[in-house]
């Protein structure tokens, strides 16, 4: 175990990009998180299975985010954030997906650094991403 | 790191007041939770990032509690519980927010007390919430 | 604490048998786990409160597994997966629930052993679920 960080995350930041400038500033290569919070608007993802890209789906208005769940670890030799979310409106309805962009309202990120595990991600051919590497 | 807790939630508490307990009981001040069970019935809210204000959603049927994500910190020297849920219906809708009151049918949560850290709540302007204080 | 895992699930393995295998090969009797990724199909259920029984959800083409949390402890003397998934379709549309099943296109686990705790599991009148064991 490496250490426990918990975030305040900076409003109007996008989050994605906030938690890979933490993720540098502090040297961290493989951790574990989740979050809660708002954001102001988002652009989430589906991967299309068969035809191996990513779907977008613009979220334009503010929505809770009910749930984060994601991950740090290292592609290309820095820190690469994989993270997944359920977002609610204003009648408790939700979309979610893969987070490739969330402007944040106000999150609280709970990160647990993993220490002593190598990480590293590479191109898997039959899925078409890029996964840990089984070494 | 501090403690580890695996609760079994008692079947018809109120999960938040029941949480605000068990924080109270071990003298917990920081702490991290994700639950996973069902819920009863429940109150959930969308936070109206214009007005600053929270609009209720009520859950009159019985739901699965599929996502539980929240933490425990400190307003105004008391524990307080911030948690966000994701619950499910018979056809595997959805329904999610910031979670006001849940009765609970069964609940399993696992917690992660956060030693070393100081965190106190305090109003912050920009968008009307109690935020962890930034020093 | 006990050992932490971060685990590559195998492409097409089902993914509740594929955790309990993991349980069994390091004889992990405790643990908690997140994980995202995605299902090419999933069985997923609603618990009835009042009838005592599941009620179950096909889900049949492939889906964002945007939220997994669950746990290990052990029933009837084996390693028994507690899960429950958020799964999100190309739209960004949800269906969520108890997991029986999900056939995994890839998926990231984080998986944390609680050690010195026992756990097992036992019916419960009351809801007509294995609970934990009170004592």
């Known amino acids: 175990m490496g250490r426990t960080l ?4 900076e409003h109007n930041s ?11 500033e502090n040297k961290i290569v493989i951790a574990t998180f989740t979050a809660i919070g708002a954001l ?10 068969e035809k ?18 994601g991950n740090i670890s290292i592609k290309d030799g820095k820190p690469f954030i994989h993270a997944h979310v359920v977002l609610a409106n204003e009648a408790g ?3 979610a997906g893969h987070l490739l962009e969330g402007i944040v309202f106000a999150s ?16 898997d ?3 078409g991403l890029s996964l840990w590497n089984r070494e």
């Open 40 to 49: 102001k608007s988002a652009k989430i993802a589906f991967y299309n299975q």
């Open 6 to 9: 918990i975030i305040n995350v």
């Open 108 to 123: 609280e990120v709970y990160l647990t650094e993993l220490k002593g595990l190598k990480l590293d991600r590479k191109h």
């Open 14 to 24: 996008e989050l994605i990009q906030f938690l890979a400038k933490i993720a540098e």
């Open 93 to 95: 309805n939700v979309k």
């Open 125 to 127: 051919e039959i899925t």
């Open 52 to 69: 191996h890209d990513y779907h977008s789906i613009p979220i334009e208005t503010p929505h809770e985010m009910v749930s984060c769940i």
